[in-house]
Protein backbone atom coordinates (compact mmCIF):
# COMPACT_ATOMS: atom_id res chain seq x y z
CA UNK A 1 0.00 0.00 0.00
CA UNK A 2 1.12 3.83 -0.88
CA UNK A 3 1.87 6.44 1.67
CA UNK A 4 -1.55 8.02 0.23
CA UNK A 5 -3.40 4.75 1.36
CA UNK A 6 -1.89 4.77 5.00
CA UNK A 7 -2.18 8.53 5.41
CA UNK A 8 -6.17 7.81 4.47
CA UNK A 9 -6.59 4.84 6.80
CA UNK A 10 -4.74 6.83 9.29
CA UNK A 11 -7.47 9.38 9.07
CA UNK A 12 -10.32 7.30 9.14
CA UNK A 13 -8.86 5.54 12.13
CA UNK A 14 -8.49 9.01 14.17
CA UNK A 15 -12.25 10.33 12.97
CA UNK A 16 -13.51 6.64 14.68
CA UNK A 17 -11.17 7.14 17.86
CA UNK A 18 -13.07 6.18 20.92
CA UNK A 19 -12.94 8.70 24.00
CA UNK A 20 -9.87 7.00 25.25
CA UNK A 21 -7.87 7.22 22.04
CA UNK A 22 -9.26 11.09 21.64
CA UNK A 23 -7.72 12.24 25.04
CA UNK A 24 -4.29 10.35 23.54
CA UNK A 25 -4.84 12.04 20.35
CA UNK A 26 -5.68 15.53 22.74
CA UNK A 27 -2.01 14.76 24.57
CA UNK A 28 -0.29 13.94 21.33
CA UNK A 29 -2.06 17.91 19.97
CA UNK A 30 -1.12 19.62 23.04
CA UNK A 31 2.67 18.09 22.96
CA UNK A 32 3.11 19.40 18.98
CA UNK A 33 1.33 22.58 20.39
CA UNK A 34 3.94 22.90 23.01
CA UNK A 35 6.47 22.33 20.84
CA UNK A 36 5.71 24.21 18.29
CA UNK A 37 5.45 27.46 20.59
CA UNK A 38 8.79 27.09 21.35
CA UNK A 39 9.82 26.77 17.60
CA UNK A 40 8.29 29.77 16.55
CA UNK A 41 9.29 31.58 19.44
CA UNK A 42 13.12 30.80 18.66
CA UNK A 43 11.92 31.33 14.94
CA UNK A 44 10.72 35.06 15.89
CA UNK A 45 13.81 35.91 17.83
CA UNK A 46 16.30 34.59 15.06
CA UNK A 47 14.57 36.83 12.46
CA UNK A 48 15.56 39.91 14.32
CA UNK A 49 18.38 41.04 13.03
CA UNK A 50 21.18 43.41 14.70
CA UNK A 51 20.86 45.92 17.80
CA UNK A 52 17.21 45.95 18.55
CA UNK A 53 14.87 47.49 21.67
CA UNK A 54 12.33 45.31 23.61
CA UNK A 55 10.46 46.69 26.12
CA UNK A 56 10.96 43.87 28.54
CA UNK A 57 14.16 41.44 29.77
CA UNK A 58 15.71 44.15 30.68
CA UNK A 59 17.95 44.28 27.35
CA UNK A 60 18.97 41.40 27.87
CA UNK A 61 17.44 40.37 23.84
CA UNK A 62 18.78 44.07 22.51
CA UNK A 63 22.19 42.33 21.87
CA UNK A 64 22.44 39.69 18.70
CA UNK A 65 24.79 37.90 20.95
CA UNK A 66 22.39 37.09 23.98
CA UNK A 67 19.98 37.15 22.08
CA UNK A 68 21.11 33.81 19.91
CA UNK A 69 21.92 32.43 23.37
CA UNK A 70 17.96 32.62 24.37
CA UNK A 71 17.07 30.94 20.85
CA UNK A 72 19.50 28.00 21.50
CA UNK A 73 18.18 27.78 24.72
CA UNK A 74 14.31 27.38 23.05
CA UNK A 75 15.27 25.20 20.98
CA UNK A 76 16.81 23.06 23.35
CA UNK A 77 13.98 22.77 25.00
CA UNK A 78 12.47 20.80 21.89
CA UNK A 79 14.40 17.47 23.44
CA UNK A 80 11.71 16.85 26.34
CA UNK A 81 8.71 17.68 24.31
CA UNK A 82 9.58 15.11 21.97
CA UNK A 83 10.29 12.53 24.40
CA UNK A 84 7.16 13.32 25.52
CA UNK A 85 5.32 12.76 22.26
CA UNK A 86 7.14 9.55 22.16
CA UNK A 87 5.47 8.14 25.30
CA UNK A 88 2.31 9.34 23.70
CA UNK A 89 2.93 7.11 20.69
CA UNK A 90 3.48 4.00 22.98
CA UNK A 91 0.23 4.35 24.61
CA UNK A 92 -1.58 4.37 21.32
CA UNK A 93 0.19 1.65 20.35
CA UNK A 94 -1.86 -0.06 23.53
CA UNK A 95 -5.04 0.69 22.90
CA UNK A 96 -5.06 -0.17 19.46
CA UNK A 97 -4.80 -3.20 19.80
CA UNK A 98 -7.70 -4.73 17.92
CA UNK A 99 -7.68 -2.19 14.97
CA UNK A 100 -4.20 -3.11 14.30
CA UNK A 101 -5.06 -6.78 14.47
CA UNK A 102 -7.84 -6.14 11.66
CA UNK A 103 -4.78 -4.30 9.77
CA UNK A 104 -3.00 -7.44 9.86
CA UNK A 105 -5.64 -9.43 8.57
CA UNK A 106 -6.35 -7.39 5.74
CA UNK A 107 -2.82 -7.85 4.89
CA UNK A 108 -0.85 -5.10 6.34
CA UNK A 109 2.72 -6.05 7.19
CA UNK A 110 4.05 -4.99 10.93
CA UNK A 111 6.14 -2.37 9.11
CA UNK A 112 2.61 -0.75 7.82
CA UNK A 113 1.04 -1.29 10.70
CA UNK A 114 3.97 1.06 12.75
CA UNK A 115 3.34 2.91 10.04
CA UNK A 116 -0.16 4.33 10.25
CA UNK A 117 -0.19 4.05 13.98
CA UNK A 118 2.83 7.12 13.64
CA UNK A 119 0.65 8.99 10.85
CA UNK A 120 -2.24 9.20 13.71
CA UNK A 121 0.19 10.64 15.72
CA UNK A 122 1.49 13.27 13.27
CA UNK A 123 -2.36 14.08 12.02
CA UNK A 124 -2.74 14.84 15.61
CA UNK A 125 0.38 16.89 15.99
CA UNK A 126 -1.01 19.13 12.54
CA UNK A 127 -3.92 19.77 14.71
CA UNK A 128 -1.50 21.19 17.77
CA UNK A 129 0.45 22.70 15.37
CA UNK A 130 -1.70 24.98 13.36
CA UNK A 131 -3.82 25.75 17.12
CA UNK A 132 -0.30 27.02 18.04
CA UNK A 133 0.48 28.88 14.89
CA UNK A 134 -2.82 30.67 15.51
CA UNK A 135 -2.42 31.53 18.77
CA UNK A 136 1.03 32.94 17.82
CA UNK A 137 0.10 35.09 15.07
CA UNK A 138 -2.85 36.69 16.76
CA UNK A 139 -0.35 37.29 19.57
CA UNK A 140 2.19 38.83 17.47
CA UNK A 141 -0.69 40.87 15.28
CA UNK A 142 -2.08 42.71 18.72
CA UNK A 143 1.50 43.48 19.72
CA UNK A 144 1.72 45.91 16.89
CA UNK A 145 4.99 44.66 15.55
CA UNK A 146 4.54 42.68 12.08
CA UNK A 147 7.15 40.06 11.28
CA UNK A 148 9.05 40.17 8.27
CA UNK A 149 8.58 37.92 5.18
CA UNK A 150 11.70 35.63 6.66
CA UNK A 151 9.96 35.30 9.94
CA UNK A 152 6.96 34.33 8.40
CA UNK A 153 8.38 31.65 5.90
CA UNK A 154 9.96 29.90 9.00
CA UNK A 155 6.85 29.73 10.58
CA UNK A 156 5.43 27.89 8.29
CA UNK A 157 8.24 25.50 8.14
CA UNK A 158 7.84 24.98 11.81
CA UNK A 159 4.32 24.28 11.36
CA UNK A 160 4.96 21.72 8.66
CA UNK A 161 8.18 20.30 10.43
CA UNK A 162 6.51 19.94 13.32
CA UNK A 163 4.23 16.89 12.55
CA UNK A 164 6.60 15.24 10.15
CA UNK A 165 9.18 15.24 13.39
CA UNK A 166 6.81 14.23 16.09
CA UNK A 167 5.83 11.38 13.32
CA UNK A 168 9.18 10.09 12.98
CA UNK A 169 9.82 10.15 16.34
CA UNK A 170 6.34 7.75 17.52
CA UNK A 171 7.62 5.52 14.65
CA UNK A 172 10.76 5.35 16.50
CA UNK A 173 9.21 5.04 19.46
CA UNK A 174 7.39 2.01 18.11
CA UNK A 175 10.08 -0.04 16.83
CA UNK A 176 9.51 -2.54 18.67
CA UNK A 177 5.67 -3.44 18.52
CA UNK A 178 4.40 -6.37 16.67
CA UNK A 179 0.43 -7.04 16.45
CA UNK A 180 -0.14 -10.39 15.18
CA UNK A 181 -3.46 -10.88 13.17
CA UNK A 182 -5.25 -12.81 16.03
CA UNK A 183 -5.62 -9.52 18.03
CA UNK A 184 -2.90 -9.65 20.41
CA UNK A 185 -0.02 -6.98 20.69
CA UNK A 186 3.27 -7.49 22.25
CA UNK A 187 6.28 -5.34 22.66
CA UNK A 188 9.76 -7.02 21.68
CA UNK A 189 12.28 -6.17 24.66
CA UNK A 190 15.56 -5.17 24.71
CA UNK A 191 17.74 -8.35 25.17
CA UNK A 192 20.48 -5.58 27.44
CA UNK A 193 21.04 -2.19 28.20
CA UNK A 194 22.72 0.51 25.67
CA UNK A 195 25.97 -0.32 24.65
CA UNK A 196 28.66 1.48 26.75
CA UNK A 197 32.00 1.20 25.51
CA UNK A 198 31.11 3.57 22.09
CA UNK A 199 28.37 5.09 23.98
CA UNK A 200 30.55 6.24 26.78
CA UNK A 201 33.72 6.90 24.98
CA UNK A 202 33.87 10.20 23.25
CA UNK A 203 31.87 11.81 26.93
CA UNK A 204 34.76 10.23 29.04
CA UNK A 205 36.89 11.98 26.32
CA UNK A 206 35.41 15.66 26.88
CA UNK A 207 35.57 15.10 30.54
CA UNK A 208 38.90 14.26 30.73
CA UNK A 209 40.62 16.56 28.22
CA UNK A 210 37.79 19.79 29.66
CA UNK A 211 38.96 18.67 33.62
CA UNK A 212 42.75 18.66 32.73
CA UNK A 213 42.63 21.82 31.08
CA UNK A 214 40.60 23.28 33.50
CA UNK A 215 43.33 21.83 36.52
CA UNK A 216 46.62 22.23 34.42
CA UNK A 217 45.86 26.15 33.30
CA UNK A 218 43.33 27.39 36.12
CA UNK A 219 41.37 30.56 34.88
CA UNK A 220 43.14 30.95 31.95
CA UNK A 221 42.36 27.59 30.66
CA UNK A 222 38.87 27.27 32.36
CA UNK A 223 37.03 29.19 30.22
CA UNK A 224 37.69 27.81 26.51
CA UNK A 225 38.04 24.56 28.78
CA UNK A 226 34.72 24.40 30.64
CA UNK A 227 31.91 23.83 27.54
CA UNK A 228 34.02 21.06 26.76
CA UNK A 229 33.73 19.81 30.22
CA UNK A 230 29.94 20.76 30.27
CA UNK A 231 29.02 18.70 27.29
CA UNK A 232 30.91 15.94 27.99
CA UNK A 233 29.38 15.57 31.64
CA UNK A 234 25.90 15.87 30.64
CA UNK A 235 26.15 13.31 28.33
CA UNK A 236 28.37 11.20 30.25
CA UNK A 237 26.06 11.02 32.95
CA UNK A 238 22.82 10.95 30.58
CA UNK A 239 24.11 7.46 29.17
CA UNK A 240 25.80 6.72 32.69
CA UNK A 241 22.30 7.33 34.19
CA UNK A 242 20.41 4.95 31.67
CA UNK A 243 22.58 2.31 32.02
CA UNK A 244 22.23 2.46 36.34
CA UNK A 245 18.81 3.03 36.24
CA UNK A 246 18.37 -0.52 33.83
CA UNK A 247 21.17 -2.41 35.87
CA UNK A 248 19.78 -1.32 39.39
CA UNK A 249 16.24 -1.92 38.47
CA UNK A 250 17.29 -5.53 37.15
CA UNK A 251 19.36 -6.36 40.53
CA UNK A 252 17.34 -4.65 43.11
CA UNK A 253 14.15 -7.19 41.44
CA UNK A 254 16.38 -10.08 41.36
CA UNK A 255 17.35 -9.34 45.57
CA UNK A 256 14.01 -8.37 46.36
CA UNK A 257 11.93 -11.09 44.62
CA UNK A 258 14.54 -13.42 46.78
CA UNK A 259 13.76 -11.59 50.45
CA UNK A 260 10.83 -9.64 50.81
CA UNK A 261 8.02 -10.86 52.64
CA UNK A 262 6.27 -7.69 51.29
CA UNK A 263 3.62 -8.30 48.88
CA UNK A 264 3.70 -4.61 47.21
CA UNK A 265 7.50 -4.82 47.08
CA UNK A 266 7.37 -8.27 45.46
CA UNK A 267 5.15 -7.04 42.95
CA UNK A 268 7.49 -4.22 41.84
CA UNK A 269 10.47 -6.30 42.02
CA UNK A 270 8.69 -8.95 39.81
CA UNK A 271 8.42 -5.82 37.45
CA UNK A 272 11.25 -4.66 37.66
CA UNK A 273 13.02 -8.04 36.93
CA UNK A 274 10.80 -8.84 34.16
CA UNK A 275 11.62 -5.42 31.89
CA UNK A 276 14.50 -3.51 33.71
CA UNK A 277 15.52 -1.13 31.21
CA UNK A 278 11.81 -0.03 30.86
CA UNK A 279 12.31 2.24 33.97
CA UNK A 280 15.96 3.36 32.36
CA UNK A 281 14.09 4.73 29.34
CA UNK A 282 11.20 6.71 31.36
CA UNK A 283 13.34 7.84 33.45
CA UNK A 284 16.56 9.58 31.19
CA UNK A 285 14.78 12.73 30.28
CA UNK A 286 13.69 13.09 33.84
CA UNK A 287 17.74 12.21 34.95
CA UNK A 288 19.18 14.39 32.45
CA UNK A 289 16.99 17.64 33.54
CA UNK A 290 17.87 17.13 36.77
CA UNK A 291 21.92 17.52 35.76
CA UNK A 292 21.29 20.60 34.21
CA UNK A 293 19.22 21.73 37.62
CA UNK A 294 21.96 20.99 39.78
CA UNK A 295 24.40 22.53 37.76
CA UNK A 296 22.45 25.56 36.85
CA UNK A 297 21.52 26.31 40.68
CA UNK A 298 25.19 25.87 41.77
CA UNK A 299 26.62 28.45 38.99
CA UNK A 300 23.51 30.68 39.41
CA UNK A 301 24.47 31.00 43.02
CA UNK A 302 28.10 31.31 42.11
CA UNK A 303 26.84 34.19 39.52
CA UNK A 304 24.85 36.30 42.03
CA UNK A 305 27.31 36.28 44.38
CA UNK A 306 29.85 37.88 42.28
CA UNK A 307 27.34 39.99 40.99
CA UNK A 308 26.15 41.74 44.18
CA UNK A 309 30.06 41.64 45.22
CA UNK A 310 30.53 43.74 42.30
CA UNK A 311 27.62 45.59 42.95
CA UNK A 312 28.94 47.10 46.56
CA UNK A 313 32.11 47.71 44.77
CA UNK A 314 30.85 49.74 42.20
CA UNK A 315 32.29 47.97 39.52
CA UNK A 316 29.08 46.38 37.88
CA UNK A 317 28.96 48.24 34.36
CA UNK A 318 25.29 47.14 33.30
CA UNK A 319 22.05 47.34 35.79
CA UNK A 320 21.82 43.82 38.10
CA UNK A 321 18.83 43.27 36.28
CA UNK A 322 20.34 42.23 33.13
CA UNK A 323 21.84 39.96 34.59
CA UNK A 324 19.34 38.52 36.90
CA UNK A 325 16.90 38.41 34.17
CA UNK A 326 19.17 35.98 32.09
CA UNK A 327 19.66 33.71 35.06
CA UNK A 328 16.09 33.67 35.80
CA UNK A 329 15.26 32.96 32.15
CA UNK A 330 17.37 29.70 32.17
CA UNK A 331 16.07 28.63 35.75
CA UNK A 332 12.40 28.55 33.91
CA UNK A 333 13.66 26.61 30.77
CA UNK A 334 14.71 24.03 33.16
CA UNK A 335 11.80 24.38 34.96
CA UNK A 336 9.68 23.98 31.92
CA UNK A 337 11.84 20.98 30.98
CA UNK A 338 11.43 19.12 34.69
CA UNK A 339 7.24 19.84 33.89
CA UNK A 340 7.75 18.22 29.96
CA UNK A 341 9.93 15.34 31.05
CA UNK A 342 7.56 14.78 34.31
CA UNK A 343 4.37 14.84 32.03
CA UNK A 344 6.45 12.17 29.66
CA UNK A 345 6.59 9.92 33.02
CA UNK A 346 3.37 10.37 33.75
CA UNK A 347 2.21 9.03 30.31
CA UNK A 348 4.88 6.31 30.39
CA UNK A 349 3.40 5.20 33.65
CA UNK A 350 -0.20 5.00 32.57
CA UNK A 351 0.92 3.24 29.18
CA UNK A 352 2.91 0.66 31.79
CA UNK A 353 -0.65 0.28 33.54
CA UNK A 354 -2.49 0.06 30.50
CA UNK A 355 -0.05 -2.70 28.80
CA UNK A 356 -0.97 -5.07 31.64
CA UNK A 357 -4.56 -3.85 32.91
CA UNK A 358 -5.47 -7.76 32.48
CA UNK A 359 -2.83 -8.98 34.96
CA UNK A 360 -3.59 -6.12 37.27
CA UNK A 361 -7.48 -7.30 36.93
CA UNK A 362 -6.59 -11.05 38.04
CA UNK A 363 -4.67 -9.86 40.57
CA UNK A 364 -7.31 -7.95 42.34
CA UNK A 365 -9.94 -10.85 41.58
CA UNK A 366 -7.47 -12.70 43.12
CA UNK A 367 -7.47 -10.83 46.33
CA UNK A 368 -4.96 -8.31 46.27
CA UNK A 369 -5.95 -5.33 48.04
CA UNK A 370 -5.97 -2.03 45.81
CA UNK A 371 -3.64 -0.51 48.39
CA UNK A 372 -0.71 -3.21 47.82
CA UNK A 373 -1.09 -2.68 44.09
CA UNK A 374 -0.84 1.63 44.69
CA UNK A 375 2.75 0.65 46.83
CA UNK A 376 4.03 -1.75 44.08
CA UNK A 377 3.16 1.31 41.13
CA UNK A 378 5.10 3.86 43.23
CA UNK A 379 8.12 1.86 44.18
CA UNK A 380 8.48 0.58 40.69
CA UNK A 381 9.50 4.34 39.95
CA UNK A 382 11.06 5.02 43.68
CA UNK A 383 13.43 2.06 43.13
CA UNK A 384 15.17 2.43 40.30
CA UNK A 385 15.17 6.41 39.91
CA UNK A 386 17.01 7.17 43.19
CA UNK A 387 20.25 5.49 41.94
CA UNK A 388 19.92 7.40 38.94
CA UNK A 389 19.88 10.59 40.79
CA UNK A 390 22.62 9.94 42.71
CA UNK A 391 25.08 10.05 39.43
CA UNK A 392 22.61 12.45 38.73
CA UNK A 393 23.91 14.84 41.42
CA UNK A 394 27.49 13.91 40.77
CA UNK A 395 27.38 14.96 37.00
CA UNK A 396 25.87 18.53 37.90
CA UNK A 397 28.03 18.95 41.15
CA UNK A 398 31.23 18.43 39.23
CA UNK A 399 30.23 21.22 36.62
CA UNK A 400 29.56 23.90 38.77
CA UNK A 401 32.76 22.95 41.17
CA UNK A 402 34.79 23.10 37.58
CA UNK A 403 32.64 26.32 36.89
CA UNK A 404 33.59 27.33 40.77
CA UNK A 405 37.68 26.62 40.03
CA UNK A 406 37.40 28.14 36.68
CA UNK A 407 35.87 31.42 37.61
CA UNK A 408 37.51 31.66 41.25
CA UNK A 409 34.29 32.13 43.01
CA UNK A 410 33.55 30.59 46.20
CA UNK A 411 31.65 27.21 46.26
CA UNK A 412 28.28 26.59 46.91
CA UNK A 413 26.82 23.33 47.85
CA UNK A 414 23.88 23.20 50.19
CA UNK A 415 21.13 24.70 47.41
CA UNK A 416 22.35 22.71 44.85
CA UNK A 417 21.83 19.10 46.95
CA UNK A 418 17.82 20.01 47.28
CA UNK A 419 17.51 19.91 43.43
CA UNK A 420 17.54 15.78 43.35
CA UNK A 421 15.04 15.81 46.55
CA UNK A 422 12.84 17.85 44.50
CA UNK A 423 13.15 15.88 41.82
CA UNK A 424 13.10 12.81 43.11
CA UNK A 425 9.76 14.00 45.44
CA UNK A 426 7.97 15.56 41.74
CA UNK A 427 9.02 11.84 40.25
CA UNK A 428 6.54 9.78 42.63
CA UNK A 429 3.60 12.68 42.17
CA UNK A 430 4.21 12.32 38.37
CA UNK A 431 3.62 9.21 38.86
CA UNK A 432 0.97 9.19 41.74
CA UNK A 433 -1.29 10.88 38.75
CA UNK A 434 -1.90 7.12 37.02
CA UNK A 435 -3.60 5.77 39.99
CA UNK A 436 -7.22 6.85 38.79
CA UNK A 437 -6.36 4.41 35.75
CA UNK A 438 -5.25 1.84 38.04
CA UNK A 439 -8.52 1.88 40.11
CA UNK A 440 -9.88 1.93 36.53
CA UNK A 441 -7.57 -0.96 35.38
CA UNK A 442 -8.21 -3.39 38.16
CA UNK A 443 -12.13 -3.82 37.28
CA UNK A 444 -13.31 -7.39 36.87
CA UNK A 445 -14.42 -6.95 32.96
CA UNK A 446 -11.03 -6.00 32.04
CA UNK A 447 -10.78 -9.84 32.46
CA UNK A 448 -12.58 -9.82 29.29
CA UNK A 449 -9.82 -7.91 27.52
CA UNK A 450 -7.04 -9.26 25.81
Known sequence: MSL????????????????????????????????????????????VRG??????????LDQPGTRQGVVTGTLLLLIPVLGFLGQCARIGAVHRDRRLAALRLAGA??????????????????????????????????????????????????????????????RFALRRVIASPLGHV?????????????????????????????VARGASGGVAALPLLVVGVVTLTGAG?????????GALGRRLAARTEDPAVLLAAHRLQEDPWAAARSHAAVVLVAVVGVATVG?????????????????????????????????AAVGIALLISLAALAVGTAESLSSRRRALAAQAAAGVPRRVLTRALLLETALPVAPALVLATVGGTAIHTAYSIASGQPFFWALPLLVPVAVYATCLLATATALPLLRRSVRPEQLRMA
Open 186 to 214: RRERARGGPGMILGLFLPVTAVAVGAVLI
Open 51 to 60: QAQFSFGHGL
Open 241 to 249: AIWIAGASA
Open 299 to 331: IRQILLDGLHQQQREGSLGSSIDYYTFGLDLTA
Open 109 to 170: GPKQVRRIAALEAGLACLVGAVAAFAVGTAVVLGSGRLPGPLAWAGSVVVVVAVPLLAAGVS
Open 4 to 47: RSDLRLAWLLTRGADRLERRRAALTAVGAAVATGFALGAVALAS
